[in-house]
């Protein structure tokens, strides 16, 4: 019954800038740290931003200083501010959660959503 959902991504020109969201519904009792990844054809799926339940922040060092991940924990969302995006940065981006229960705990993925820089 746990969903995880990403939504905000699309077509952008180098440069651009977009905002990813990723809200998590159902059964939830607490979510713990929250990411996004990313995977483009033909090559192997990265990590590109943490945060934790206090706010911590990291990034792969591809991303630092051009985007931004944030939360907001009454909301279940995560954030993706993604800006001076470069076609290098097109993939499917994918939210992760780890997500507990009153006796339970897993990691959650969503669907992914499509982010293309064109150049």
């Known amino acids: 019954q746990v969903q995880v959902v990403e939504s905000g991504g699309g077509l952008v020109q180098a440069g651009g800038s977009l905002r990813l969201s990723c809200v998590a519904s159902?059964?939830?009792?607490?979510?713990?740290?929250m990411g996004w990844h990313r995977q483009a054809p033909g090559k192997q799926r990265e990590l590109v931003a943490t945060?934790?339940?206090?706010?911590?922040?990291n990034y792969a060092d591809s991303v630092k200083g051009r985007f931004t991940i944030s939360r907001d924990n009454a909301k279940n969302t995560v954030y993706l501010q993604m800006n001076s995006l470069k076609p290098e940065d097109t993939a499917v981006y994918y939210c992760?959660?780890?997500?507990?229960?009153?006796?339970?705990?897993?990691?959650?993925w969503g669907q992914g959503t499509q982010v293309t820089v064109s150049s």
């Open positions: 992760n959660a780890a997500i507990s229960g009153v006796h339970w705990s897993r990691d959650y």
């Open positions: 159902g059964g939830i009792f607490r979510i713990n740290a």
């Open positions: 945060i934790t339940s206090g706010g911590s922040a």
